[in-house]
Nanobody
Framework: QVQLVESGGGLVQAGGSLRLSCAAS????????MGWFRQAPGKEREFVAA????????YYTDSVKGRFTISRDNAKNTMYLQMNGLKPEDTAQYYC????????????????????WGQGTQVTVST
């Protein structure tokens, strides 16, 4: 069973950048497809980006395409989310998630597809 810990959140001005990290332990990281989700106050948790175990399959929600980049380093058991051009509407608690998936290009964009979740890291974008 994998444990996930997010870090890298904080307060940034609109137009700024942050890089989130998701460190995994307790499992074989390269056996997991991974994803990022976010939840703003009063709203449901929504999909942001996903990556297959190999990194060859990647998918983004439309609102972050061209601004966010998801990546992973299997040797370091860590996934990343580079966020550029941040907007106030990106303000949310960001969560990483994982599920076992042996197919090298398969990713998932639904909450119900993930079995393991981190505790979240807060991102606040000011105007």
């Amino acid at each position: 069973q994998v444990q996930l810990v997010e870090s890298g959140g904080g307060l940034v001005q609109a137009g700024g950048s942050l890089r989130l990290s998701c460190a995994a332990s307790g499992g074989t990281f390269s056996a997991y497809a991974m994803g990022w989700f976010r939840q703003a106050p009063g709203k449901e948790r929504e999909f942001v980006a996903a990556i297959s175990w190999s990194g060859r399959g990647i998918y983004y929600t439309d609102s972050v395409k061209g601004r966010f980049t998801i990546s992973r380093d299997n040797a370091k058991n860590t996934m990343y989310l580079q966020m550029n051009g941040l907007k106030p509407e990106d303000t949310a608690q960001y969560y990483c998630a994982a599920r076992l998936e042996y197919r090298s290009t398969v990713w998932y964009n639904a909450r119900r597809d993930y079995n393991y979740w981190g505790q979240g890291t807060q991102v606040t974008v000011s105007t």
